[in-house]
């Protein structure tokens, strides 16, 4: 069981995963190399963000908005130096701060367990993060950048899809309660 | 540091305090990076050479796999594709086979033309070759042209590279020619270089025969031969082959001749169209050749006596 009610503080605790040792590194690596090496071989899997997902999950999964934050700037910073010049260092990291910081806070607060929920809340963070970069893009990079396209619709929905099975593999990680 | 600084936060704050933190840090990164106008080349050296060993094992992997699939499990449609490019390989080869003829054929009607429009005065008509001899033992070939376009017998036949053979039959649409290779056969000739006259007969074989040419003359192996004119047939100085081999004899030398026609391939020729002696002019004349213009006087016949075949 994933909840339980803690008569001390008279609120819902919600249980806190932990993960084998190592996971969490092995997960983001391996990530970030899918992120760069799928697209050169299945050009539609640019739609996936990966990186993204991770940040997601251990966000909703370790719920602590600290780990959270440093975790999503850590696996936005390295997006951003994988993306090539013309992405600046900090564009992802800003995003992916805040939606770890979002998902841990979120995680803490809400049965994040059910796969309808995390196709849900991963559509939500999907639409954020892409927000958040047309919000950096045009504010800091003075880059034009469009809030919404049918685009990023259909990629929100493909990747609440596959986070859906991604992160049950991911619960695979994790250390018995 | 930054923890240690945030002691007298409230701990609900903290993490709210850190997001601004980081997120605050960012910016500046981004500020600095477009402010100096760096792109925050080291950490992008670090993460590309971490990640860059899997991407490669990634790709050598994946193109392993690919072509394991490719060249052993997704073989569904190479028997039907292989057929069809069997198919059209077959129709490419009978088109390029088609074409070449062609060009073959535009080739030789072209050296037609331009000897046709050199001599454009003498009266001569162009013919296809039909046909060959039915049996092995003669040498004639059959041409579709006859008595309506002004063939008789005794004709001369020529191409542009020498004399073929003469018209033994006529008739309304079609005409017979006996080779000069028949046995039967003979034409008067002369040597350019020596100005020696005597006739070329063929043996039934590819090669011609000189005859009558006394061991005492000499002639050169490689010497043209053409026309002498003295058969009222064929016009002089047109060629009539090369001298491929010399022997002595008794009391003639045995002399073999290589036609200047190709006999064996013939497909048009031309038919002469009178039998009054003619003037033929040649577009160039051929190297070593020491021939004199059409017209000039001939060299002495070095056997009076010796017959020739009309």
Known sequence: MNQAFDLRSGELHIEVHKFRAGAIVFAVAFALVLQAFLPVYFPKAATLDLPLLITIYFGLSRRNPSTGLLLGMVVGILQDSLSGPTVPLGLYGIAKTVIGYLASSIGARLDTEHPAARFALTIGFYVVHQGLIAITQRLLLSQPERWFTLHLGTAALVNALVAVFLFMFLDRLRKPS | ?310
Request: glycine share 8%.
């Open chain 2, 1 to 310: 540091m930054l923890l240690d600084s945030m002691a007298g936060i409230p701990s609900r704050h903290r993490s709210l305090f850190l997001l601004g933190g980081v997120v605050l840090l960012q910016v500046l990164l981004l500020a600095v990076q477009i402010k100096r106008d760096s792109q925050g080349r080291l950490i992008r050296v670090w993460t590309v050479g971490a990640v860059s060993p899997f991407e490669r094992a990634g790709a050598h992997g994946i193109s392993h796999v690919r072509d394991t699939w490719n060249h052993y499990f997704a073989l569904q449609n190479t028997s039907r594709d292989n057929e069809q490019l069997k198919r059209e390989n077959d129709s490419l080869k009978l088109q390029i086979t088609q074409l070449q003829s062609k060009a073959a054929e535009a080739d030789r009607l072209a050296v037609l033309l331009k000897f046709r429009q050199t001599n454009v005065d003498v009266p001569m008509v162009s013919a296809r070759v039909i046909g060959g001899s039915a049996d092995s033992a003669s040498q004639t070939i059959y041409l579709d042209r006859g008595s309506r376009d002004g063939i008789r017998q005794n004709m001369g036949v020529i191409t542009p590279d020498g004399v073929v053979g003469k018209v033994i039959e006529s008739y309304r649409d079609t005409s017979q020619v006996l080779l000069l290779t028949d046995k039967d056969s003979g034409v008067g000739a002369m040597l350019v270089d020596s100005r020696i006259q005597s006739p070329v007969g063929g043996t039934g074989e590819p090669l011609l025969v000189m005859k009558y040419i006394p061991n005492d003359d000499d002639v050169n192996s490689g010497e043209r031969v053409v026309t002498s004119g003295m058969d009222r047939i064929f016009p002089r100085d047109l060629p009539v082959g090369t001298i491929a081999e010399i022997k002595p004899g008794n009391p003639f030398k045995q002399i073999r001749v290589r036609p200047a026609a190709n006999l064996e391939r013939l497909e048009e020729v031309f038919v002469l169209l009178t039998m009054k002696p003619l003037e033929l002019k040649r577009d160039s004349p051929a190297p070593n050749s020491t021939t004199p213009s059409a017209g000039a006087p001939s060299a002495s016949v070095s056997s009076p006596g010796a017959p020739e075949k009309p």
